[in-house]
C-alpha cells in the first residue's frame, strides 16, 4: 500500500505564500501521476493542480488565477503546490493524491487517483 504524507499547513496569514508537500512511499513514485485537490468543511474535495510522470506535463484547475504552482521531484518521491495570495476562501484540508496507472488520465476526477495522503489544514486569517 502506497502511503502519501503531505506537510507544510498550519495557521497562515492572508497574503502570504503556501508551499506543500507531499511524500510518497514505495519504489514506483516515479511511475505515478500526482495531483493535489482540497476540501472545505461540508464540501467536495476538489482538483486544484496535477503532474503526470516526468514532470514535463502540468494540469491546473482554472479557479486559482494562476496563482498555484505543482511539481515534483523524483529523487525525493514527493510533489509540491505552491499557492499565492492565500485568502481566508482558501482555507481548507491540502489532499494529494497518486494515480498509478496514469497515462490516460485527466486528473482532475477523485476517481483518477488509487491513494490519497491524510491531508494537512492550511487555515487561513485575516
Known amino acids: 500500500q502506497v502511503q502519501l504524507v503531505e506537510s507544510g499547513g498550519g495557521l497562515v496569514e492572508a497574503g502570504e505564500t503556501l508551499r506543500l508537500s507531499c511524500t510518497a512511499s514505495?519504489?514506483?513514485?516515479?511511475?505515478?501521476?500526482m495531483g493535489w485537490f482540497r476540501q472545505a468543511p461540508g464540501q467536495s474535495r476538489d482538483f486544484i493542480a496535477a503532474?503526470?510522470?516526468?514532470?514535463?506535463?502540468?494540469y491546473y484547475s482554472g479557479a486559482y488565477r494562476g496563482r498555484v504552482s505543482i511539481s515534483r521531484d523524483d529523487a525525493k518521491n514527493s510533489v509540491f503546490l505552491e499557492m499565492n495570495g492565500l485568502s481566508p476562501g482558501d482555507t481548507a484540508v491540502y489532499y494529494c493524491?497518486?494515480?498509478?496507472?496514469?497515462?490516460?488520465?485527466?486528473?482532475?476526477?477523485?476517481?483518477?487517483?488509487?491513494?490519497w495522503g491524510q491531508g494537512t489544514q492550511v487555515t487561513v486569517s485575516s
Open positions: 503532474v503526470k510522470p516526468g514532470g514535463k506535463y502540468k
Open positions: 514505495g519504489r514506483n513514485f516515479i511511475s505515478y501521476g
Open positions: 493524491g497518486a494515480a498509478e496507472n496514469s497515462a490516460n488520465l485527466p486528473f482532475g476526477l477523485i476517481s483518477d487517483y488509487d491513494y
